[in-house]
């Protein structure tokens, strides 16, 4: 049982509307890097990279071209041999960023296979402790949308079967309280509204806007500093009933295990990426659970729902449609709003065909 071959196909692809993710920052298009990794028994992993606007994509398909000695030629099952010399490969260049990136696409390229090759969904290779989860949506309420704007995205969400939604907070009090305002009236009091404010504001201002929001009974309180402010962090965690939820932003399980050891919040949301793949996710997960504190994810809806099925301390799925024109299938909610975990096979998402041969780009 081998590995033959790692390919790659970069793409780039239009969103229907455009995203303004800060007021000078519109998103306006995705890239991905695909990765395949073809084996000897016929099965196909598959992984990615993401980056907004389609940018650095040569740059991504090079570091992960870069990889493929480690990984052509190798059993499958024996991935963490490839994670511990691609970590002493890329030594040189850092252990964060670029490097981290690819190796996350490779790992997911892989577990996505071992999967495959046992004819199970990921959620039952790792051991599943639930086959559907809460999820709320995270899409359609910038801070460069409008009240009426976010207002209409929540009826449509709602009436979707949705039961969560993420808004994203300015850091101006007022206005704030205005925003959660107009989507509680839409939403009502039982739905579950999380609100994220996306590092842009100061220790004492987020103490502040956390008090002025709690009679909106928000989920939680999102990435209110600069991500690497964890005694920030911890000092709002202390001072809001509300829960602060962070690790996005970080590189690696460590990066997690660092933010859990400072108590900088009550939950963390590793990022697929960012932690450098799957083995990484489920490693940060681990140490959160150690800590007694909840795990939910950063994006990447489509296999982290995957990773969270297999943990104990799972609290909410991020559903977020960046990759939606990539894939095949789409996300399920049943009747209670929440999310299915698809048992097909690996992933139980797979990249559209019919979709690469239209994005695909030559790099």
């Not at 049982?1 to 692809?13: A, N």
């Not at 992984?47 to 389609?54: C, E, H, M, Q, R």
């Not at 499958?76 to 970590?87: E, N, V, Y």
């Not at 962070?246 to 590189?251: D, F, H, I, Q, T």
Request: aromatic letters at 8%; proline letters at 6%.
């Amino acid at each position: 049982m081998k590995i033959t071959k790692l390919r790659t196909t970069p793409v780039e692809f239009p969103y229907a509307r455009p995203m303004g993710l800060a007021p000078n920052f519109d998103l306006r298009r995705g890239g991905c890097v695909l990765v395949f990794l073809e084996s000897d028994q016929g099965a196909i992993g598959e992984g990615l990279t993401y980056t907004f606007n389609a940018q650095h994509l040569k740059l991504i398909n090079d570091m992960v071209q870069s990889l493929a000695p480690l990984v052509v030629g190798l059993d499958p099952r024996h991935s963490g041999s490839f994670l511990t010399r691609a970590a002493a490969e890329v030594r040189q260049i850092g252990t964060s960023g670029l490097s981290t990136i690819a190796i996350s696409a490779i790992d997911q390229a892989l577990l996505d296979l071992r999967a495959k090759l046992a004819n199970t969904n990921v959620a039952g290779l790792i051991g599943a402790y639930r086959t559907t989860m809460p999820v709320y949506n995270s899409c359609d309420y910038w801070i460069t949308r409008s009240i009426d704007d976010i207002q209409k995205a929540a009826a449509e969400h709602k009436q979707r079967g949705f039961r969560g939604l993420k808004l994203r907070l300015t850091g101006r009090i007022a206005e704030d309280v205005a925003r959660a305002k107009a989507v509680r009236e839409v939403v009502g009091p039982d739905f579950s509204v999380l609100g994220d404010l996306n590092q842009r504001t100061t220790v004492p201002n987020a103490i502040r806007l956390g008090h002025a929001l709690e009679g909106f009974n928000l989920t939680w309180f999102e990435e209110p500093v600069p991500h690497h402010d964890h005694a920030g962090e911890a000092a709002i965690s202390a001072a809001l009933d509300t829960p602060v939820a962070s690790g996005e932003s970080v590189y690696g399980s460590r990066g997690i295990l660092e933010m859990l050891r400072v108590r900088a919040c009550d939950i963390v949301m590793p990022d697929l990426q960012h932690m450098g793949g799957p083995t990484e996710f489920l490693r940060a997960a681990a140490f959160a659970d150690a800590y007694d504190t909840p795990a939910s994810n950063h994006c990447y809806t489509e296999m982290s729902m995957q990773l969270l099925a297999g943990i104990p301390n799972f609290i909410v799925l991020e559903y977020m449609p960046w990759l939606e024109p990539i894939y095949a299938e789409r996300l399920a909610l049943d009747a209670q709003g929440h999310a299915i975990v698809p048992d097909r096979p690996g992933w139980g998402f797979s990249f559209d065909p019919a979709a690469i041969n239209k994005y695909a780009l030559a790099v």
